[in-house]
């Protein structure tokens, strides 16, 4: 998206480092081109613990704070156990971060439409236009009356969000090469050449981002509050139980709905049930903004949420058609001896390495 170094060449960089700082964790990869696909040489992921006991102890949060400070020293910690040889980087900001829209335009050349994009931008984005850097998609087309029309998807960031990414990479002693939001290196990563019309619902643990995309394409984005701490924190109050604690039963035992899990479930799925009806809600509001494209045919889940027991069938049941596991790592040469782990790490590192397929495509 973003390119803030446009003059370094891709051949001076062999080695790829893709960086996702979440709200309350931060995942990195290391990737080369292999034999035929891109081969993922290293891999490491840092989480914080503390956000379950304090609610303002996140890494960054809806309202655009980033802890700069805080984040380049755990940084330097990952940097120094992951032993990154790699120093330009490619990063993911939160959808919640940037501005989507989707607005309609007659046909015209690129130039044109640059021109009308700066034009009428800034009757849409809740920003000045001097404060924020905005980009756009081609994602659909249509005809009305005889005249063709296609439909942009704008996306702004505020540029002081921008510096602060510089700044916080820069204090971990690294280089922002370029930035872009996670749906956009979700689509790559789990749609590219398939024609199957996808939502993606990334599931983090403060926040929901459900994505709209078919061969690697962004369509659309949506965004909600409910996410895997919510399911935490109910389980917490619930049980009356230290919100470590409840963190481990979910990971441990997850939505089954009988035997032990029948109570923890009965807790947790009014939270989950509230994120299903925000992928509904997106796919509405969807269907309305393109009303003659394919409608979505499978949701992909990915985040730390993906890995919730038991919740892909759940999710498939109350949606009504079916819901996988994203699976990055089938993009990418790895060791033989990730393999165990790849269904467990894969939705955790999705954006990470989607940034970094960015270098490949």
Known sequence: MWNVFENLKQATFPIYLGVDIGTTSIKAVEVKQGEKLPELLNYGMLELGGYLLRANNALQTSTLK???????????????????RAKEVVASIPAFAAFTTVLDFPAMTPEELKKTIAFQAKEYIP????????????????????????QILIISVPR??????????????????ALE????????ILTMGDPTPTIIADIGSRSTSIAFAARGEL???GQSDFAGASLT???AQGLNINPLRAE?????????????????????LPFLDAIINEVKKAQFNYGNQFPGAPQPERVILTGGGANLAGITGYMEKELGFPVVKSMPFMRFEHSAELEPMVGEVGP???????????EFV
Do not use: C, N
């Not at 481990?248 to 947790?268: C, D, F, N, P, V």
């Open 66 to 84: 980033i802890f700069e400070e805080e984040v380049a020293e755990l940084l330097k910690v990952l940097m120094a156990k992951m032993k990154l």
């Open 248 to 268: 481990e039963l979910k990971r441990e035992r997850g939505i089954a709905q009988a035997g032990q899990s029948y109570e923890l479930s009965t807790i947790m």
């Open 127 to 150: 920003q000045p236009l001097s404060e924020v850097a905005i980009d756009w998609l081609k994602v659909g087309e249509f005809e009305d009356k005889g005249y063709k029309h296609d």
């Open 348 to 358: 955790m590192l999705a954006v990470a390495m989607g940034l970094t397929m960015r």
């Open 160 to 177: 002081e969000q921008i510096k602060r990414y510089q700044r916080l990479f820069g204090m971990a002693g690294l280089t922002l090469r």
């Open 219 to 221: 369509r659309y984005v």
């Open 233 to 235: 924190q109910a389980l």
């Open 181 to 188: 939001i996670e749906s956009l290196s979700l689509a790559r």
